[in-house]
């Protein structure tokens, strides 16, 4: 049992040494596909890490409020928007309310120019 288990061993390292490069490339295949696993597990990690403390600056005490559109008039390019009277009336009404800050959302493309360099961006 031991004389076959050394004669295993002892062909293996003889086969290993007489196919060097064989050998040689084998193990770095092995090594780039080892640090390939390490290296998508540990991006996968970092972004989920990061969107969780995206989502934790948020806090629980945010809320976003939209103006509704029906379809209908979306259709037609008409969209309602909260006006700065709405902003002052919500504040005004609702109890608890810290701060409110408007956002504006816009689905327009704006060229951008510096120097020679143009490029085009989403706004």
Request: proline share 2%; hydrophobic share 45%.
């Amino acid at each position: 049992m031991f004389f076959a288990l050394f004669e295993s061993s002892r062909s293996a390292l003889v086969s290993i040494y007489a196919h060097g490069l064989r050998s040689f490339l084998t193990a770095l295949g092995i090594v780039i596909g080892v640090a390939s696993v390490i290296a998508v597990v540990s991006v996968t990690q970092g972004m989920s890490a990061f969107i969780g403390d995206t989502f934790a600056s948020l806090g629980s005490n945010s809320l976003t409020i939209e103006s509704y559109t029906p379809l209908a008039d979306r259709m037609k390019g008409i969209r309602s928007r909260l006006t700065g009277e709405d902003l002052d009336l919500i504040e005004q009404r609702g109890e608890g309310i810290a701060s409110i800050t408007p956002i504006l959302y816009a689905n327009r493309t704006s060229q951008v120019k510096y120097g020679s360099l143009t490029v085009f961006s989403q706004i």
